[in-house]
Antibody, heavy 119, light 113 residues
Framework: QVQLQESGPGLVKPSQTLSLTCVVS??????????WNWIRQPAGKGLEWIGRVHTTGSTYYNPSLKSPVTISLDTSKNQFSLSLSSVTATDTAVYYCARCGGAFYFDSWGQGTLLNVSS | DIVMTQSPDSLAVSLGERATINCKSSQSILYSFSNKNYLAWYQQKPGQPPKLLIYWASTRESGVPDRFSGSGSGTDFTLTISGLQAEDVAVYYCQQYYTSPQTFGQGTTVEIK
């Protein structure tokens, strides 16, 4: 049973770069036909898919996002990361990492990490 | 992007009664080649991440009680909870994975009447 756990700074100032990490246990992020995703949820609101990285390292991002996004794998640590630059208050949300297979529904989720963008 | 619209936004159902949630996509999410609908349902309880309930519109995830069922095709889908239990109080989301970006409905809150 794969498990995912997010970590992050909790608080970031506007215009800075946000960096979050998702550690995966119970399976290798570099094997199988899996995609590793980031999804966010502002308080009291719905879910927004941010992007994904495949086990091969290829990526796809949501073109609707205003801030530049980078998702990358670190196979040596069995983790993947999200970098979101030039953040604004609208990026304040709980950020989840999640796994999907070749069909893009999300079968495993982390517990989420709250990110607050404030000066 | 495909827009997913759920109805109602909230509903209150008596224990043991049926709860029905609807989800409509702005375009068909039925892939005719495979005859599969690219739709999933999730349950989210307060302070928890979403949990996958159903995929391919009607296939229950392992371990999900059989009182949860999904139906529909094309653009119109339904999640039914037959015999609501207290632990089913949650927000429910539909999600399409027919095209990227994957998109979610706005959520439906289910409460006990």
């Amino acid at each position: 049973q794969v498990q995912l756990q997010e970590s992050g700074p909790g608080l970031v100032k506007p215009s800075q770069t946000l960096s979050l990490t998702c550690v995966v246990s119970g399976g290798s992020i570099s094997s199988g036909n899996y995609y590793w995703n980031w999804i966010r949820q502002p308080a009291g609101k719905g879910l927004e898919w941010i992007g994904r990285v495949h086990t091969t390292g290829s990526t796809y991002y949501n073109p609707s996002l205003k801030s530049p996004v980078t998702i990358s794998l670190d196979t040596s640590k069995n983790q993947f990361s999200l970098s979101l630059s030039s953040v604004t208050a609208t990026d304040t949300a709980v950020y989840y990492c999640a796994r999907c297979g070749g069909a893009f529904y999300f079968d495993s989720w982390g517990q989420g990490t709250l990110l607050n963008v404030s000066s | 992007d495909i827009v997913m619209t759920q109805s109602p936004d909230s509903l209150a159902v008596s224990l043991g009664e049926r709860a029905t949630i609807n989800c409509k996509s702005s375009q068909s999410i039925l892939y005719s080649f495979s005859n599969k609908n690219y739709l999933a349902w999730y349950q989210q309880k307060p302070g928890q991440p979403p949990k996958l309930l159903i995929y391919w519109a009607s296939t229950r995830e392992s371990g999900v009680p059989d009182r949860f069922s999904g139906s529909g095709s094309g653009t119109d889908f339904t999640l039914t909870i037959s015999g609501l239990q207290a632990e089913d109080v949650a927000v429910y989301y539909c999600q399409q994975y027919y095209t990227s970006p994957q998109t979610f409905g706005q959520g439906t809150t289910v409460e006990i009447k």
